[in-house]
């Protein structure tokens, strides 16, 4: 406990979160919802319902074409009708959603069932297939299922790290979650504990004042099993390759991942999923969600369930003040900007900021050229010379953009953040990172 | 052909991220002016009105022949980065009150055309612009080596000055080991002859630690650059005194203004930690070297010059290895996957 652990740059934001003493309201409202028939690297998935059907909480309503997992009906209610929808994270394909009337009751099917073996007798298998059923997704990451984790990979983790830090700017979703299920993410790590054959977890936490007296630590106790691991309150903390870096020493550059070196990086949000999955048989279909900025009249933290629009986030919220905004999905460094209101809210969110337009918007007058400052060299996590890369993208050199360690980038966005000029070297980077992709490729 | 650069930046209206630092590149040059007004202030006091008239000069000569550069070339007008004004500024610091009025005229037209905007056009700047404004203007040593003693007014009105009625600037190398009946302690409070702004090193000194204060400089580096000078200047020393012959070297001349200076204008210093560590250093030990190889009177800014055609290098070679490219863990991968 004595002992904090750091990184190299990140940066602490010292923005006061609004949302951080308010307790998680459940979004019960009669609504439409839209639910995208889409999980992250699970197959194509069809609809099994059709308009006009009632559907209870947790009913399947999309099964994948091959094995994997499937979509369940995040309320209950009535099908109004299936449409083909573009995702803002990934515009390129169209996907199947359902619309769906929620009649506010929030009925469970009969069906679901708690897991009723003891975990000490579970196999990793058994796990998987609970997990997969329930179609639990690693949240706050890559959003990939994870009993296609467990199956890869029990046996071969030795670490399994639980990020429960909230480094990022008015997020505190994760922090309601500790102080109101602290139970909750602790049965979860057990359950990992077990699927993943390890006898111990690391739980990663930031040193800041919200995080010092939490639940989580009282509900730790003076547990063997669990370590918590305080680090240094910066941005970008909850990056995999950073705490691995951190717990194991080893630095988990491009093409690897930290499971190459028996390590897992999982969100405290995915921990109480799964145990979600266990305790009441719960599929996952909604999620704690964070709607915040200046521009909301009141922030509020929300359990949502997938498939509401973003409009409805910001009715609940009492809609929108101080003129024209920004409706951002996720974190402000890295999130999407989204320009459609409608589109559905899916696991990949875990806040919706609003932030008025001025503020977010590099207009021209903001915008001059790099005056190499270094201050971008000096909070780069990944040890890049961010100014070098941009020069060498403005001036066309993709070669020498790429030799400069481009596809080294994190894209955690600190150097377009602290950048005085605002001239975006982030996103230079990232031209030269797609570039050096797209070149790998074709020489396949 | 050579390539011309767009020299606007391109960045799209909405991308991410949507978080910006409140801090702009008219903050830092704004840091940078208020370090060194107490300088100029003491200026002032110390050579009458002629010292604000050369300075405004240089100031006024600089942002207009950027606006006007910037006027043939197209480019966006930012006369409000005030990187211009601080250029001007710099330069006119770094020149006796008694200089001709034509020399910081051409000096800041120099610095702001050659060194600043036309490097830009192939890319960044490689130099402190005002620096190389200096360099310029020290084809005429004499005028830069003598100005008025202090509290020794001169007219405002006259063009120019004869160079045998004005007192020498104290700097060791040039006159081995006389200060002119000078003191150490007359040194260290600016009662002495010198440029506009390098006579007192405590307000010097003030500025250093607002800038530091403001986080716009590591403390390291005016340290670094400080203790150098020191180091070099005390190991070998030009009288028999060591200490006396290490405060006369730091305290006269432009050592103390140089630790400004050098970092006024981001351009020529390297990016990389160590790069600007060692920049620091060498900046300092160069500008002793300078100084006792008696090729140019004052050695702080041929040293920082110097450093700035160094930097890029600097910075390539000195760059930090990129997280995650270890040889060996790249061994220990290839090994786990031949063994699956």
């Known amino acids: 406990m004595s002992n904090v652990y750091s990184f190299r740059g990140g940066v602490h934001f010292t923005q006061k979160s609004p949302t951080l003493k308010l307790h998680t309201e459940r979004f019960k409202d009669q609504i439409k919802l839209c639910v995208p028939l ?106 990939t299922a994870v009993y296609r984790k467990i199956l890869a990979y029990t046996g071969k983790i030795r670490r399994l790290i639980i990020n429960c830090s909230e480094t990022e700017p008015f997020h505190t979703n994760t922090l309601r979650l500790m102080f109101e299920r602290p139970a909750d993410i602790i049965g979860g790590i057990k359950i990992l504990m ?111 369930p997938f498939g509401i629009s973003y409009t409805a986030l910001i009715d609940k919220c009492d809609g929108i003040r101080n003129g024209p905004c920004a409706l951002i999905d996720g974190n402000p460094l890295t999130g999407i900007c989204i320009s459609d209101y409608s589109a559905p809210v899916t696991a990949s969110t875990s806040a919706v900021l609003l932030v008025p337009e001025l503020l977010c918007r590099a207009d021209a ?14 909070v780069c996590p990944r040890r890049l010379l961010p100014s070098y890369i941009a020069a060498a993208v403005n001036a066309g050199n993709m070669k020498k953009a790429v030799k400069l360690g481009a596809e080294f980038c994190s894209e955690c966005g600190l150097c377009s953040y602290v950048c005085p000029a605002h001239s975006g070297p982030m996103n230079r980077i990232l031209q030269a990172k797609n570039s050096a992709v797209s070149e790998k490729e074709a020489d396949r | 052909m050579i390539k011309l650069r767009k020299p606007e930046p391109v960045r799209a209206l909405f991308e991410a991220p949507y978080f910006l630092t409140e801090e702009s590149v008219m903050g830092i040059n704004l840091d940078f002016i208020i370090a060194l007004t107490p300088a100029l202030v003491w200026g002032v006091i110390c050579f009458g009105l002629r010292a604000l008239a050369v300075v405004l000069l240089s100031v006024c000569t600089a ?78 040593q004499n005028e830069l080596t003598h100005s008025p003693k202090a509290f020794e007014y001169l007219s405002a009105a006259k063009f120019s000055f004869d160079v045998s009625e004005l007192a020498e600037i104290p700097l060791l190398a040039v006159n081995r080991a006389e200060l002119q009946g000078l003191s150490v302690f007359d040194l260290l409070l600016g009662r002495c002859p010198g440029a506009i702004g390098e006579v007192s090193v405590l307000l010097i000194a003030a500025g250093i630690i607002y800038l530091i204060w403001r986080r716009v400089l590591s403390w390291k580096l ?103 490219s270890g040889k060996q863990q790249i061994k220990e991968k290839k090994g786990k996957e031949e063994k699956q």
Request: charged content about 20%; aromatic content about 10%; hydrophobic content about 45%.
């Open chain 2, 63 to 140: 942002v207009i022949s950027e606006t006007v550069w910037k006027l043939i070339f197209r480019q966006r007008i930012e006369t409000n980065d005030l990187s211009a004004v601080l250029c001007g500024l710099v330069l006119g610091l770094c020149l006796p009150a008694s200089v001709p009025y034509w020399m910081p005229v051409a000096g800041a037209f120099v610095a702001v055309v050659l060194f600043k905007q036309l490097p830009k056009l192939f890319g960044r700047g490689f130099c402190v612009p005002a620096v190389g404004g200096y360099l310029f203007l020290s084809f005429f």
């Open chain 1, 38 to 143: 889409f999980i992250p690297g699970e197959p194509d998935m069809t609809a099994c319902v059709k308009a006009g059907d009632t559907v209870l909480r947790g009913q399947e309503i999309g099964i994948p074409s091959s094995d994997g997992c499937s979509v369940h009906s995040p309320v209950s209610g009535t099908v109004e009708g299936i449409v083909n929808i573009r995702l803002p994270s990934d515009k390129s394909r169209e996907i199947p959603a359902i619309e769906i009337f929620s009649d506010g009751k929030m009925e469970n099917i009969p069906l679901l069932q708690p897991f009723d073996k003891k975990l000490s007798e579970t196999t990793p298998e058994e796990i998987a297939d609970v997990l997969k059923a329930a179609s639990v997704v690693n949240l706050n990451y890559d959003g």
């Open chain 1, 365 to 378: 007058s903001r915008v001059s050229a790099c005056i190499n400052c270094g201050r971008c060299s000096a």
């Open chain 1, 194 to 304: 077990r699927a993943f054959a390890i006898t111990g977890a690391d739980i990663i936490m930031a040193d800041s004042e919200e995080e010092a007296d939490n639940s989580l630590l009282k509900a730790c106790g003076k547990s063997k099993y669990f370590k918590i691991r305080i680090f240094e309150s910066r941005y970008p903390l909850s990056d995999p390759a950073l705490l691995t870096k951190a717990m194991i020493g080893y630095e988990v550059g491009p093409g690897t991942c930290p499971e190459d070196f028996g390590c897992t990086v999982l969100s405290a949000e995915t921990c109480a999923a799964v145990y979600h999955a266990f305790a009441f048989g719960l599929p996952l279909v909604e999620r704690r969600i964070t709607v915040s900025g200046e521009s909301v009249t009141h922030p509020k933290n929300l359990l949502v």
């Open chain 2, 222 to 324: 005016p340290v670094y650059m400080l203790l150098s000078t020191a180091l070099i200047s005390g190991l070998f020393p030009v009288t028999l005194d060591r200490v006396d012959s290490m405060f006369a070297e730091v305290f006269s001349g432009a050592a103390m203004l140089g630790l400004i200076v050098a970092f006024s204008d981001f351009s020529g210093v390297p990016v990389t930690d160590s790069g600007r560590e060692i920049y620091a250093v060498a900046c300092g030990a160069l500008c002793i070297g300078l100084r006792y190889t008696g090729l140019c009177a004052e050695g702080a800014f041929p040293a920082i010059f110097i450093m700035n055609l160094l930097s890029v290098p600097l910075d390539r070679l000195l760059q930090p290895k990129f997280f995650g």
